[in-house]
């Protein structure tokens, strides 16, 4: 069976009034759509109307081969749309083709039977006319129209000429098609550049937000006029919740005093009672177009509290060694003009006041290298009831000589701690001697022993006198450089106030702590706790099991 042609156009329709319809049709269709498909089917349809053939599709080069993208009538040849949408066409290997793509012009074969550089497939049912023209872009060609006849001769070179104008048509539809997919990879790589601009802002303004709400100082910004415009949270803390509404309202004047003068990096110190800030403005821009400020603020309450302390320190060193060496100055001065038999009372006060000033120097050299974290500490594991018993024993004369009662209480059993034994009988040589000269009648009581406190076993040694006691307005001081309580001064009780600090500062050093407790009038109790060593002799809580236990 013979393939059939497709259905001729109207005959009564006029050739050229039908193609122009067509055309028009063609156009119509360019001009309102962008799917591109869309397009090549209608251009295909209107190519049915005004050119007769029995198959007819539209071709696009790729890289030297050709795939057919529109079709029509090849079901009615019976063969399948898949073998279609399959068929993969080298066109070097054509001659036809070669030819369209080097001339530029229609190819009409009349008869393939005759034509000798046709190329038949086997087991098919070749085609016996075949019209072809480029679709061509800028001198160089995209694709091809063809369309096959099962008659010979089928086509004329009036057919080439109008199959020709439709290729131009598919030529625009495909130049539209490439402009559409450019633009539209363009708008998709705009997008994509956008969202990972947008991505990289908004990382940008989290990392930004990020530093603003963990940076410790508030940070404000204002318009030209000082006006708060946004702040972060710690600014936001203090004038909305930490401070009295009249503080608030300080800190904001200050705030637009300072930004009303940022080109002149204006530094501002407001004192709010308790706390004190320092503020910094600067311009948000370096030329400040727009009169804008930024203003830090700056929790200074610590550091100003040190600089006072460090004023306070010097006042306290220079009076306290202003003292002994006045005393030195005089007693050799009395020394050049004193008869001889009065140098000797002379000499032994000059000798007294110099080792006042030794253990003052010391005192503060010993401190110094606490508070710098500089103490040389040389550990090893001592036994702090036999530290305490030396202690006691190395102050019973000084009791006796002052009438008072020392007592020594042993738990039975060594308290064995991991301490610097130089460093540590330091500290209780200082308890003690704080208790001998607060002590005017009574006793003083030494005990060791092992505590649990909230489950942990700690090493325990106290110092409890019979003493003045201390004032409850003046405990919390007592640990303080150069603090001496009122009834010290006025008793004139020898001291230097830094005793306790240095006994403070050296069982913090060794991971303890030390507590008071006193009464006015009744005495005082001082409690050293450490930690135990790691001694398997101590057991779970600390305990040591006695040798004639083992």
Not at 190 to 197: F, G, N, P, Q, S
Not at 328 to 345: F, G, I, N, Q, V
Not at 403 to 432: C, F, K
Request: net charge negative.
């Amino acid at each position: 069976m013979q393939p059939q042609d497709l259905p001729e156009a109207d005959p009564n329709a006029e050739p050229e009034l039908q193609f122009a319809a067509a055309l028009a049709a063609a156009a119509a269709v360019i001009n309102s759509s962008l799917n591109f498909e869309e397009v090549l089917d209608q251009i295909l349809e209107q190519v049915t109307r005004v050119v007769p053939g029995a198959t007819y599709n539209i071709m696009l080069l790729e890289e030297g081969v050709g795939r057919i993208v529109r079709w029509r009538g090849y079901r009615e040849q019976n063969i399948s749309e898949q073998k279609v949408r399959e068929t993969i066409t080298h066109v070097e290997s054509y001659f036809t083709f070669r030819r369209m793509m080097q001339t530029g012009e229609p190819v009409v074969i009349g008869d393939t039977e005759a034509y000798e550089a046709w190329v038949r497939k086997p087991q098919r049912v070749d085609h016996r006319a075949y019209l072809g023209v480029p679709i061509r872009i800028a001198g160089r060609t995209e694709g091809f129209i063809n369309i096959n006849s099962s008659r010979p001769n089928r086509f004329t070179s009036d057919d080439a000429k109008r199959l020709k104008v439709f290729a131009d048509h598919a030529a625009i539809a495909l130049r539209n098609a490439q402009l559409y997919r450019r633009t539209q990879r363009y708008a998709e790589e705009l997008e994509r550049r956008v969202k990972d601009r947008t991505q990289a802002l908004e990382a940008r303004t989290a990392w930004s937000e990020a530093v603003l709400r963990s940076t410790s100082d508030g940070i404000i910004v204002t318009d030209s006029g000082g006006t708060i415009i946004q702040m972060n949270p710690v600014a936001a803390r203090w004038l909305e919740q930490a401070l009295q509404p009249a503080d608030a309202a300080l800190l904001r004047q200050a705030v637009r005093s300072t930004a009303q003068r940022a080109s002149e990096s204006p530094e501002e110190f407001v004192d709010l009672g308790g706390i004190e800030l320092e503020l910094r403005a600067s311009p948000v821009f370096e030329d400040n177009p727009t009169g804008n400020a930024v203003v830090a603020v700056h929790d200074v309450t610590h550091l100003r509290a040190l600089d006072r302390m460090k004023s306070q320190f010097i006042s306290d060193v220079s009076h306290e060694l202003r003292t002994p060496i006045t005393a030195m100055l005089l007693y050799t001065s009395l020394l050049r003009k004193s008869p001889e038999d009065r140098k000797a009372s002379y000499f032994a006060s000059l000798d007294e006041e110099l080792h006042r000033l030794t253990r003052l120097v010391e005192g503060i050299l010993h401190l110094a290298r606490i508070e710098a974290g500089h103490l040389e500490l040389k550990p090893q594991t001592m036994d702090l009831d036999l530290l305490a018993s030396t202690a006691v024993t190395s102050h019973a004369a000084e009791a006796e000589t002052r009438g008072l009662e020392l007592r020594y209480q042993s738990p039975g059993h060594p308290v064995i701690v991991q301490a610097d034994p130089t460093w540590m009988i330091r500290a209780v040589n200082n308890l003690m001697e704080n208790a001998l000269l607060y002590t005017h009648t009574g006793g003083i009581e030494v005990t060791t022993a092992i505590q649990d406190c909230d489950g942990t076993a700690y090493a325990q040694l106290a110092v409890t006198d019979t003493g003045i006691g201390i004032r409850e307005g003046e405990r919390e001081q007592l640990f303080e450089r150069f603090f001496r309580g009122e009834e010290a001064r006025t008793m004139q009780i020898p001291g230097s106030g830094l005793g306790l600090p240095i006994v403070e500062g050296v069982v913090t050093v060794h991971g303890g702590s030390i507590e008071v407790e006193s009464e006015e009038g009744k005495g005082s109790r001082f409690t050293i706790r450490l930690p135990l060593a790691p001694t398997a002799d101590q057991g779970i809580l600390g305990r040591v099991v006695p040798d004639q236990q083992r």
